[in-house]
C-alpha cells in the first residue's frame, strides 16, 4: 500500500499547502482517507501533499506507548489519537531543543537525526471544523513539526547535514529514480 504515497522526487511533495476555507464532508473525507493510507504504511503521521493533495491538513496517530519520557510516562497524557490538523499553525516553541532519529513514509528506509524544539503550541481546526490550540511534547511535538514541514514542502532530506546526505545519495538517487518511474 505504500504505493499509495508519493516518494521523494514527485514534485508534489515540495508543494505548499493552501487553507482550508471551510471544514466540509469532503475534507473530513480526505482525512479519513490519509488515515487510511498512513495506517496501511504503519506510519504515524501523513500530510495531504503525500497523497498528492495540497490542502492544509495533515493527520497523526502517536501512540501513547511510544511517546514516553525517561522514567515511562507518558509526554501527552489526554491527548486523544488519531487527530486530524486542518490549517495548523505553530503558535509557539519552547527554546529546548531536541534531536532524534526521524523517518518519513516519502523516504522509505531513510533515518535521519533532526533537532528541533522540544515542545511546541499548535492551532488548528479539528474534523468537526473547531479550533484547537494543542500543547505538545515529546515525539507528538516531533510529529506535529515533521508534517507542518510536509505543509510547506520541506523533507527529511532538507535536514540532513552534508555528510548525511552524501552517506546517502545513493539511497537518495534511487528514490529519485522510483519516483520517476511511477509518475
Ligand atoms: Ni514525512
Redesign the pocket.
Known amino acids: 500500500m505504500t504505493g499509495s504515497v508519493c516518494i521523494y522526487g514527485n514534485p508534489v511533495l515540495r508543494k505548499k499547502s493552501e487553507l482550508v476555507t471551510a471544514v466540509t464532508d469532503d475534507i473530513r473525507a480526505l482525512a479519513d482517507r490519509m488515515l487510511g493510507i498512513m495506517y496501511a504504511a504503519e ?1 504515524i ?3 495531504a501533499e ?1 497523497i498528492g493533495q495540497t490542502e492544509s491538513v495533515f493527520v497523526l496517530d502517536v501512540p501513547a506507548r511510544v511517546d514516553q519520557d525517561k522514567e515511562g510516562r507518558p509526554n501527552n497524557p489526554g491527548v486523544k489519537m488519531p487527530q486530524v490538523f486542518i490549517n495548523p499553525e505553530i503558535i509557539g516553541a519552547s527554546e529546548e531543543t531536541a534531536v532524534a532519529e ?6 522509505p528506509e531513510l533515518y535521519v537525526p533532526v533537532t528541533r524544539p522540544a515542545e511546541v503550541v499548535v492551532r488548528y481546526l479539528d474534523r468537526d471544523g473547531n479550533e484547537q490550540v494543542l500543547n505538545a511534547k515529546g515525539l507528538l511535538a516531533r510529529a506535529i513539526q ?2 507542518l ?2 505543509l510547506n514542502g520541506v ?2 532530506v532538507d535536514h540532513m547535514s552534508v555528510v548525511a546526505k552524501l552517506k546517502n545519495a545513493l539511497q537518495l538517487i534511487k528514490l529519485k529514480k522510483q519516483s520517476r518511474e511511477n509518475l
Open positions: 506510519g503521521g501523513l500530510a503525500q526521524e523517518g518519513c513514509l516519502s523516504f515533521h508534517e514541514d510536509h523533507l527529511l
